[in-house]
């Protein structure tokens, strides 16, 4: 059964990186999915940051596109994600997740979800 | 960029059917995919290609998408099915999600 935990520092001051990483378990990273990173700010809902495939194609949020990296580590299973100049508006919880696909005969393209999520990792961006 | 639009909140009556919706433009031609969410919690994949369950989430749990207007459907509605429902597609290369609607049962 595969399991996603988050963890970095919770705490981040503004204008600095903010660092997480997600460890998988009970799957290997390498083994055909894509993996994504998710927040939510506090009382808000849900804002999709960014998903990479092992190989290394990654696909970004336009918004926050300017300021993330999302990276694979497969030796160690795991995968992160660093966000530069933070802000106050960057407090979330932060989760990963494992992304699936389906493909749309229509469009011909493979739509992304999220079908596994970690617990979540509370970052607070504040002096 | 692509939106999706649902309605803030929906009350229900235990027992009874609650319909959640999603707007988008030609939301019909893309695959549409539901979350729930309870506090303090991950959120769970209920739906998936707009209406497929997966395994372990209840059968009264239902959805369709046609032409701009995907719906997710409670059916009997519990009281453990308190929460927010989030709706998701995907287009030109982004995940998209709606701003999501908090379900009360009461």
């Known amino acids: 059964q595969v399991q996603l935990q988050e963890s970095g520092p919770g705490l981040v001051k503004p204008s600095e990186t903010l660092s997480l990483t997600c460890l998988v378990s009970g799957y290997s990273i390498t083994s055909g999915y894509y993996w994504g990173w998710i927040r939510q700010p506090p009382g808000k809902g849900l804002e999709w940051i960014g998903t990479i495939y092992p190989s290394g194609t990654t696909y970004y949020n336009p918004s926050l596109k300017s300021r993330v990296t999302i990276s694979v580590d497969s030796s160690n299973n795991r995968f992160s994600l660093k966000m530069s100049f933070v802000t106050a508006a960057d407090t979330a919880v932060y989760y990963c997740a494992r992304v699936s696909q389906s493909y749309h005969f229509n469009s011909g393209q493979n739509h992304h979800y999220m079908d596994v999520w970690g617990r979540g990792a509370t970052v607070t961006v504040s002096s | 960029s692509y939106d999706l639009t649902q309605p803030p909140s929906l009350s229900v009556s235990p027992g009874q059917t609650a319909s959640i919706t999603c707007s988008g433009n030609?939301?019909?031609?893309?695959?549409v995919y539901w979350y729930q969410q309870k506090p303090g919690q991950s959120p769970v994949l209920v739906i998936h290609k707009d209406s497929k369950r997966p395994s372990g989430i209840p059968e009264r749990f239902s959805g369709s998408n046609s032409v701009n207007t995907a719906t997710l459907t409670i059916s009997g509605t519990q009281a453990m099915d308190e929460a927010d429902y989030y709706c998701?597609?995907?287009?030109?290369?982004?995940?998209?999600f709606g701003g999501g609607t908090k379900l009360t049962v009461l």
């Open positions: 030609k939301l019909g031609d893309k695959f």
């Open positions: 998701q597609a995907w287009d030109i290369g982004t995940v998209v």
